[in-house]
C-alpha cells in the first residue's frame, strides 16, 4: 500500500500532528486523514502498530473536531465514517457480480490425486508437467463480497445464496481492515468486487463472553457465529463492538471504464493477491504458498493440520487454487463450484468430557431421542454441552453410563458426535442409563414398532409432538409461511395461542403486534404469510400434517390422485398400494389417520379457516409429451455431475418423461455416469442390459 518514501513521509507528519494537536486547521485536513488511515493499516492489517494507542486517539479526535467544525468538508473515505448512526430495518437482497459458488471437499492425498487429475483433463496439462497450485488457510467465519467503484467502497454483501446475497455496507465499513478507499484506479480498474471472510481473532472472542458475563447476557456460541451475526447487527454501533477482522482471498470482478475484464491481464491467482495486499487489505499472503505439484500440496496441508490451534483465528482447512487463471478460465464451473478449487479439509477434533446426564426430547412423531448433557467443552471453536445420543440401541452399543468419560468430536467439524466411552477411567460411580418406558410429556406408554429403532409416545395430542407438528408446519419444506420459524411457534404456545394446527390460521394480529420486539410491520408481514400458505397446494398440506412415514414423495403422489383431501376418508390400503412407491406402512398410517374424526374435523376447521384443501394446478401430473426423449424409462445418476446439480439433473430427467430410481437392477434402463462414478457403474455393466450414458450424452438428448 506505501511504498518507504511514502512511509517515511507519512511518520514524518504524524510527529509533527502530534507536536501541535491543539492548531491543526482545516487546510491541513488531507494529510490528517492519510495519516490516519496510514496508521490503521498498520495496526489491523499489518499488526505491526508504529504509535501507542493514545496517540492514535488523540489523532483521531482532532479529525473528529476539525470536521464537525467544517461539515462540508467531510468525505465518505473519512476515517470517522466506519460507524454511521443509521439503524437498518432491513437488510435488502442485492446479486453479487459474480456468483460466489462454494467448493468441493477433499479430505486425504488420495482425493487431491483425484482433483490434479480432473485439472490435468479439462486443462490439457501434460503427466510430466506439475501444475502451480495457490494453497491458502480456509477461514470459519462469514462471507462477504465488497465492490469499490471509482476507488471507493461502494457495497458490502453477504454470501446468501451465491448469487445474491444481504447488502450490510454500513457494517463492512465499521471493519477497520477494509479500506473505505483503494487506488484501484491507478491499475485502471474502475469497478471491482473482492471477496473475503470476516473472523473474530480467538483471544477477542473470549473477552466478549467474559464481558457478556459480567453483564449477564447469553453468551457467545462460537466466533464463526459472532463474526456472521455481527455483519447483520441492525445498529453498525453494535456491529463495531465486535471488533471485526476482514480478510480477503479474491478479486472476482475487475473493469476498467470501458467494461474490459481486467482479470486475465493479472495472469496468475497470487498476482491479485499480492495487487489487493498492495491496495490495502489483509490478505495473509505470507500464510498461503504456491506449490508446485500436488504432492508439495499436501504435505503444506498437512503442516498447517498440525498447528491450525496455535493460529489466532479458526481455521477448518486449506483452500487449494489453480494459480494459473488461464488454466482457471479453461477448467470453468458447474452450477455447485468452480473446478478449478477445492477444500482440504482437516480431521474432525476431539475431546474428553463428562457425561452428567441424559435428557429425553419428544420429536413431532412421537419418537424419543436421548440427548447426552456434558460438561461444557470447546471444540473446534464451539462450546458443547448437548449431543444427540439417538435412540437406546446408540447407548448400548457405546456402553455408555452416566459419570462416564467419554470422547467426543465434531464431525465433520459441524455435528457433536460421542466417540466413545473411556471406560478405563471408571471408578465405579457410574451409574447406567435408564432409558423411559413412559413419555417424558404425557407420561402414556412408549411403543416400539417392529423393524424401528426409536421408541414413540402413541398419544397424537402429547403436547410435546403437537409443538413440534406445529413448527414443522409452518418451516420452508411444509407449508412454507415465511418468517414463521421455531421462536415464534414456541412463544405463541407459551402465550396460550397456539394449540393444535388450526390455531396457526386464527393468530390475533392485533395482539402480536403488541408484543415486545413485533409492532405493525412485523404482525403485517407474518399475517401475509399465512395467507399466501393457505393458497398452497395440497401435497404441502399433506406433508404438514406430519403423518408417520408420509414424505414429500407420497404426499406428492397422493395429490395427484384426490380431488380433495377429505376424499382420503374413504381409501383403503388397497387404494394406497395401487401406487407406485405406496407401501403398505404408510398405507396403514394413512388409513388410521383418516379414520380418527378428530382429525378429519381437523382439516374441516383448517378449511373453514380459508387453507386450501383442493387439488391445484400444482398438484395435477404434468403432461409429457410421447415423443419426449425419456418416456417410460427409468434412469439413474452416478458420480459427480459438472454441468448440473444431481437435483437439477433428476428434475430434467422427470420431465422428459422419465422415472427416476434410487438403485442398480435388472429394471433400470439408464445409468448417467458423472466423474467419481463407483459400484453402481460397476454393477450396471455386469448386468448388461442397462444404458450406459455419459452426462454430454445425456445432455444432447435435450438439444
Known sequence: MYKKDQQKGLNAQTKDFLKTIETVGADQLTDLRKVLVYH?????????????????????????????????????????????????????????????????????????????????????????????????????GGSIALVYENDLLVRGATRGNGVKGEEITSNTKTIPSIPLKAQFSKHKIHKAEIRGEVLIRKDVFKQLNEQRQK??????????????????????????KRKLVAFVYQMGFAQDKDGKNLLPG???????????????????????????????????????????????????????????????????????????AIAFKFKAKQASSTLLDVEYQVGKVGSITPVAKIEPVSLAGVTISSISLHNEEFITSKDLKIGDQVLVERAGD????????????????????????????????????????????????????????????????????????????????????????????????????????????????????????????????????VIHHLGKKVSTILAKNVDHVLDLQNWTIEDYTHLKDVGPVVAQNMVDFFANADHVEMLKEMEGLGVNLSQTEDDRPKVISQDAPLVGKSILFTGSLQTMGRKEAQEKAAGAGARNVSAVSGKLDILVVGEKAGSKLKKARALGSVQIMTEEEFNALFN
Open 215 to 240: 453483564e449477564g447476557l447469553t453468551l457467545f456460541a462460537n466466533p464463526r457465529n459472532s463474526a456472521a451475526g455481527g455483519l447483520r447487527m441492525k445498529d453498525p454501533k453494535d456491529a463495531s
Open 266 to 340: 493479472l495472469k496468475t491467482h497470487r498476482t491479485t493477491l499480492e495487487l489487493m495486499a498492495n491496495l490495502g487489505f489483509k490478505v495473509g499472503e505470507d500464510l498461503s504458498k504456491v506449490c508446485k505439484g500436488i504432492k508439495e500440496v499436501f504435505s503444506f496441508c498437512k503442516k498447517w493440520e498440525e498447528k491450525r490451534e496455535s493460529y489466532p483465528y479458526e481455521i477448518d482447512g486449506m483452500v487449494i487454487k489453480v494459480n494459473s487463471l488461464a488454466l482457471q478460465e479453461k477448467c470453468g464451473f458447474t452450477a455447485h463450484h468452480p473446478r478449478w
Open 414 to 545: 459441524v455435528i457433536p458426535y460421542i466417540v466413545k466411552s473411556l471406560s478405563d477411567s471408571r471408578d465405579g460411580s457410574e451409574m447406567p442409563i435408564e432409558f423411559p418406558t413412559n413419555c417424558p410429556s404425557c407420561q402414556t406408554a412408549l411403543v416400539k414398532s417392529e423393524g424401528e429403532a426409536a421408541w414413540r409416545c402413541p398419544n397424537y395430542d402429547c403436547e410435546a409432538q403437537v409443538l413440534q407438528r406445529m413448527i414443522h408446519h409452518v418451516s420452508k419444506d411444509a407449508m412454507d409461511i415465511d418468517g414463521f420459524g421455531r421462536s415464534y411457534v414456541e412463544r405463541f404456545q407459551a402465550l396460550g395461542w397456539l394449540k393444535n394446527l388450526p390455531d396457526i390460521y386464527r393468530l390475533d394480529y392485533a395482539a402480536i403486534e403488541d408484543l415486545e420486539g413485533f409492532g405493525a410491520k412485523s404482525a403485517q408481514k407474518l399475517r401475509s404469510s399465512i395467507e399466501t400458505a393457505k393458497k398452497n397446494p395440497i401435497k404441502r398440506l399433506l406433508y404438514s400434517l
Open 40 to 140: 490503521e493499516w498498520r495496526y489491523y492489517v499489518l499488526n505491526e502498530p508504529l504509535v501507542s494507542d493514545y496517540e492514535y486517539d488523540s489523532l483521531y479526535k482532532q479529525l473528529e473536531k476539525i470536521e464537525q467544525d467544517n461539515p462540508g468538508l467531510i468525505t465518505p473515505d473519512s476515517p470517522t465514517q466506519r460507524v454511521s448512526n443509521d439503524l437498518t430495518s432491513d437488510f435488502s437482497s442485492v446479486p453479487h457480480l459474480t456468483p460466489m459458488l462454494s467448493l468441493g471437499n477433499s479430505y486425504n492425498l488420495e482425493d487431491l490425486s483425484d482433483f490434479d487429475t480432473q485439472i490435468r483433463k479439462m486443462g490439457k496439462v501434460p503427466e510430466d508437467e506439475k501444475i502451480d497450485y495457490h494453497v491458502e488457510l480456509k477461514f470459519d
